[in-house]
């Protein structure tokens, strides 16, 4: 019997073909469809201000660089605590590539052409997917918490080597001319805002198109069997040291294209937005979000940042609570966050994709519960 | 009838409530209440809500109510962002800043929004050009702070051979701000620049000291804040190398937390300011006395020089305010108008800094003078009159 796209309830897919589809299901694909054509409405509801385009566009932004550590960390099994430095490559590579090479080659003023930046965006991916190769080969050799200390060895040397280097300002702020979106000026936040949630939103889907299409090729498959028994993987004939070198370097370049968007995005690059607590918090956004799906690296930035401001409202009440002496608001935040953490890993460490899963499959179901 | 009488009562009272109102200046704030730094944060941010509502009550700006509005955003920049933008939403006419990382980033985003932000830091970098047409200081910039201490030791070195002078630095640009120009009037001076450390915190610094004891370093320069300053006093207590190396170091490793937190450790260590101090008999100090008094303030806040600042800041703006009230109504072109007038006859003396607040087109620090002072028998005493750093200008011309 033929299998009805529409209303099938699991997963039938009787063909490599079949497996290969991106969709499952005619639904899974037209709520999609319906998911963005209310993600492209968002930005003309009355609700939105300032400060929630400001949560957005940085949430799609992180959403880029977290796809890229759930590449290497979720699906590669390595564990990277330098994802932050690896964006910051990225941001520093786009403004010194357009302050020191475009500006003088194409005699830009004080804007950017938009073509200049389709350019710039592979570009400083590039940049930043050179130096995550550098730094995954010592994964030929490093395994979990030691390969974890080299990651963390590169986020230290890259803050320190921006911090000392007169050639990016010390890490003090190198700014980055404004768009030119074809006779428009993208500058100010009420431009800004709308423009680069737009910007980002198409960005990420075609990241996301990427990650997805990379994950069902044979180097995608060759990243889970590293994960899942690299000896094995090696005995079919896959090389895990490339294989995770690949990872990185897969990795970095979705990172990079994030720190572009994002020095794009402030009209500045400054070292201190790329600091290990940036990196913990996008691996944090990974585990909660759900490492090893795609899914986890949409809704985990997203959940996270959301959550900040909240966080930061509770703070501020428990601290009406204790006497002034004692500073309980300071580490409400780490410990809000520290114990999401904990709790996730505990009691649900496939993160919030898998209530994902759960509520599709709910609705896939209905009313049957089984 | 009856409610047709209550009816055009109640919009009579609406029309004149209406007419009555006052309208709003609004001035945001945001740093760090939490999180790094916030020993320094929470004083300021008290200094701001408390001067604000003193204007309010004492009706500092007739005809208008001055509306501060703080948040906490936790050191974090992105979060920094996050507030300025939101306080656009409620129409915003000045900012006030406060990590150095955040109002860095920042320039761009006040001159695309054409609000002025004046913040706590006081890198020398926010007031460089490019984006610098909005962006103020409010008192002497930390380079400013720190040559000022390189000109105190090369006129007071008593030893044969060019000073040894070592800098403390946090690992920020906050704490690298002054260096470049430190390095340059080191050179004009003749002092030399053994090393400069950074860090960010310790628990012990031994294995620095006897380092640089080794070296013969006479004089440290601290850029940093004042709890690791303490525990380099304390540290170099335990050595013994107080009488050894004389401690120095710019505005915020100073104030009366440093002589709380290091004890008689902090005996002689110099600090350079534009401050006064709580216990100065002087008009804004008796004023910081009372308004802490007035709002529950508890002793700490009202002796601390962080409280100062945010009072400081909020005035400053507080007159900008007034000026533009002067001139027709306070819109955010105006006020940045009026700030570029506090010269000349609108100088400003809220009697919190040892010289007035001028700004100009060419002039976007306010306070421009400073004092060195030094910790004798447990409390700092001013050991110069006002100045302003000879080096400073030759080093670090407008940009």
């Known amino acids: ?370 | 009838m009856k409610k047709l009488y209550i009816s055009l009562a109640l919009l009579a009272a609406l029309a004149l409530t209406t007419a009555f109102a006052q309208k709003e200046v609004v001035i945001g704030w945001s740093g760090a209440v939490t999180g790094p730094t916030s020993d320094a944060g929470k004083y300021v941010v008290q200094g701001i809500e408390d001067y604000c509502q003193y204007a309010n009550d004492e009706n500092l700006v007739p005809g208008y109510t001055i509306k501060c509005i703080t948040r906490d955003d936790e050191y974090n920049n992105d979060n920094t962002l996050r507030n300025f933008e939101s306080y656009l939403d409620e129409d915003m006419v000045a900012f006030i800043g406060y990590a150095t990382g955040g109002s860095l980033q920042l320039k761009v985003n006040t001159t695309e929004e054409e609000v002025p932000l004046m913040g706590s830091s006081l890198h020398i970098g926010l007031i460089d050009s490019p984006d610098n047409e909005y962006m103020f200081l409010p008192i002497t910039s930390y380079s400013e702070q720190v040559l000022s201490l390189f000109e105190w030791i090369a006129e007071n070195h008593e030893g044969d051979g060019a000073p040894k002078v070592a800098m403390f630095v946090h690992a920020s640009p906050f704490g690298r701000a002054p260096v470049e120009d430190a390095r340059l009037a080191a050179e004009i001076l003749g002092v030399e620049i053994v090393e400069v450390q950074e860090a960010t915190k310790g628990l012990d610094y031994t294995a620095m000291l006897q380092r640089w004891d080794n070296a013969g370093v006479e004089y440290m320069i601290g850029q940093h804040v004042q709890s690791p300053i303490a525990t380099i006093l304390n540290s170099a207590k335990d050595l013994g190398l107080l009488d050894k190396i004389q401690f120095m170091g710019a505005h915020y490793t100073g104030g009366t937390s440093l002589i709380t937190l290091a004890g008689d450790a902090a005996e002689n260590f110099i600090w350079s300011t534009s401050f006064y101090l709580p216990d100065e008999n002087q008009p804004g100090m008796t004023l910081q006395r009372t308004i802490g008094e007035r709002y529950g303030r508890n002793q700490d806040a009202i002796e601390e020089t962080n409280y100062t600042t945010g009072l400081l800041q909020a005035s400053i703006y507080i007159e900008a305010a007034r000026l533009a009230a002067l001139s027709g109504d306070v819109t955010k072109e105006s006020f940045y108008s009026a700030l570029l007038t506090m010269n000349g006859d609108n100088e400003f003396e809220p009697g919190f800094s040892v010289g007035p607040v001028s700004f100009s087109e060419d002039d976007h620090i306010g306070v421009d003078a400073l004092r060195l002072l030094q910790v004798q028998d447990g409390k700092f005493v001013a050991i110069t009159e006002a100045f302003n750093s000879a080096t400073f200008p030759q080093v670090h011309p407008p940009r």
């Open chain 1, 1 to 370: 019997m033929a299998i009805n796209r529409w209303i099938q309830s699991g997963n039938y897919r009787r063909s490599y073909k079949e497996d290969q589809t991106i969709f499952a299901t005619f639904s899974e694909q037209a709520s999609l469809i319906v998911f963005l054509i209310f993600l492209a409405l968002v930005p003309h509801m009355p609700f939105m201000n300032r400060q929630l385009f400001r949560v957005v566009d940085l949430a799609f932004i992180y959403t880029i660089a977290v796809m890229g550590l759930n590449i290497v960390t979720g699906y590669a099994g390595q564990i990277n605590i330098g994802q932050a430095a690896f964006m910051g490559v990225g941001a520093y590579a786009a403004v010194t590539i357009t302050r020191d090479i475009a500006t003088p080659l194409f005699q830009f003023g004080k804007t950017l052409p938009f073509w200049y930046i389709i350019i710039l965006l592979p570009l400083s991916g590039l940049v930043a997917a050179l130096v995550g190769a550098f730094v995954g080969l010592p994964s030929y050799r490093l395994k979990h918490l030691y390969l974890a200390i080299a990651t963390l060895a590169f986020q230290i040397i890259f803050t320190w080597g921006v911090g000392h280097s007169p050639f990016l300002n010390q890490g003090g702020s190198i700014r980055i001319a404004r768009l030119d979106f074809f006779g428009t000026v993208i500058k100010g936040s009420k431009t800004i805002g709308p423009f680069f949630y737009y910007f980002a939103l198409i960005v990420l889907i075609i990241m996301a198109i990427a990650m997805r299409n990379i994950l069902r090729s044979k180097y995608g498959r060759a990243l889970i069997a590293v994960r899942d028994n690299d000896r094995a993987a090696d005995a079919m004939g896959i090389n895990p040291g490339l294989t995770k070198v690949y990872a990185f370097a897969i990795s970095g370049f979705f990172a990079g294209v994030a720190g572009a968007i994002f020095a794009l995005y402030n009209g500045s690059v400054i070292v201190e937005s790329f600091s290990l607590s940036t990196s913990i918090d996008f691996l944090a956004m990974a585990i909660v979000g759900g490492l090893g799906t795609m899914v986890g690296s949409l809704i985990g930035p997203s959940f996270m940042l959301f959550l900040d401001p909240f966080v930061e409202k509770f703070s501020g009440f428990a601290q009406t609570i204790f006497p002034s002496t004692i500073d309980v608001a300071t580490a409400m935040r780490p410990t809000i966050f520290g114990l999401i953490i904990v709790l996730f890993l505990i009691y649900e460490p496939r993160g919030l994709a898998n209530w994902w899963r759960l509520l599709r499959q709910y609705f896939w179901r209905w009313p049957f519960k089984y």
